[in-house]
């Protein structure tokens, strides 16, 4: 119960210090469908893996470390940061070249090694050089602007080649965002950690996204708050997903301390509200559409 769509496992576990054994026994307790651990550089993959698969062997209860196997997943995907941007011809060619490793592995079965999702990647203009991404407008100039472009949209052929799902990030970037989408005509995928408004969202789903909402919709102020659950009753059932993006965005009452994918039922409860119907069942309808998107079974 409860799935999470998106989440950074490694950042979690060895740059946050979070046990990443107690988080999977967690999850194996409550009966966890699924729970994507999402890449975000051009070689971190083997390396992310690894990290799960030291997790899961340190779990004593065998039954909870198969129950953990089978619902990681793994994404394999490039953000866009600025080093890669300058960098992305040979960064691509080193995702798809781990993609092939991975997907070749006689290993695949045993810890669902085999990616089943490209990204996350896209475009990301929201200026904080005091955030974690040190992100400033100066650093983006117009050559490095078409280069991020261009990285968003190699990565969308390459899900296209491999017929897989792409999660896009996409802050402060509506605009460009579709664009390139659109440039490419690839539309089977994720808008991961939505936060744009009602039309922009009918543009996603018009065009057959998912849209994903994570731990930010709890930080909503009572001045927006309509507005907020009128934009969580628009998104239909069968396009709608629940993310935590661990280690960030800790839902409340946790804003603030370091997220796992253990509080996404606070993130659930805190849409089901919204969208008049119980958390199990909005967990039901997530699982299903995750089965869709990502051609799963569990």
């Not at 107690?22 to 070689?43: M, N, P, S, Y």
Request: hydrophobic share 35%.
């Amino acid at each position: 119960m409860f799935s999470d769509t998106h989440f950074h496992f490694k950042m979690m576990t060895t740059e946050r210090g979070i046990d990443g054994t107690e988080v999977l026994e967690a999850l194996a307790k409550r009966d966890c469908k699924f729970a994507l651990d999402i890449g975000t550089r051009c070689d971190d993959l083997i390396e992310r893996e690894a990290v799960v698969e030291k997790a899961i062997s340190q779990i004593k209860n065998s039954s909870y470390a198969d129950k953990a196997r089978k619902f990681m997943y793994f994404s394999a995907g490039i953000w866009p940061d600025v080093s890669e941007i300058h960098d992305r011809f040979n960064a691509v060619k080193k995702l798809e070249e781990s993609i092939q490793a991975v997907n070749s592995s006689a290993d695949s079965d045993i810890l669902n090694r085999k990616v089943i999702a490209i990204g996350e990647g896209g475009l990301d203009h929201h200026w904080n050089p005091s955030g974690a991404d040190g992100r400033t407008e100066s650093d983006f100039d117009e050559k490095t602007s078409e280069g991020e472009r261009e990285l968003f949209m190699m990565q969308l052929e390459l899900a296209k080649k491999y017929e897989l799902p792409f999660i896009v990030h996409s802050r402060d970037a509506f605009e460009q965002s579709v664009e390139c989408i659109k440039q490419t005509g690839y539309n089977n995928g994720i808008i991961h950690c939505y936060s744009y408004g009602i039309e922009q969202a009918r543009v996603f789903l018009d065009l057959g996204w998912y849209i994903a909402f994570g731990g930010g919709v709890t930080y909503t102020k009572k001045a927006k708050m309509d507005d907020m659950k009128k934009l969580l009753q628009f998104v239909p059932q069968d396009r709608f997903l629940c993310e935590t993006d661990a280690p960030y965005l800790a839902p409340v009452p946790f804003r603030g301390q370091t997220n796992t994918p253990v509080l996404i039922e606070h993130v659930y409860d805190f849409i089901a509200q919204s969208r008049s119907c119980t958390k199990e069942e909005l967990s039901a309808t997530v699982d299903e559409n995750i089965k869709k998107l990502f051609k799963v079974e569990f």
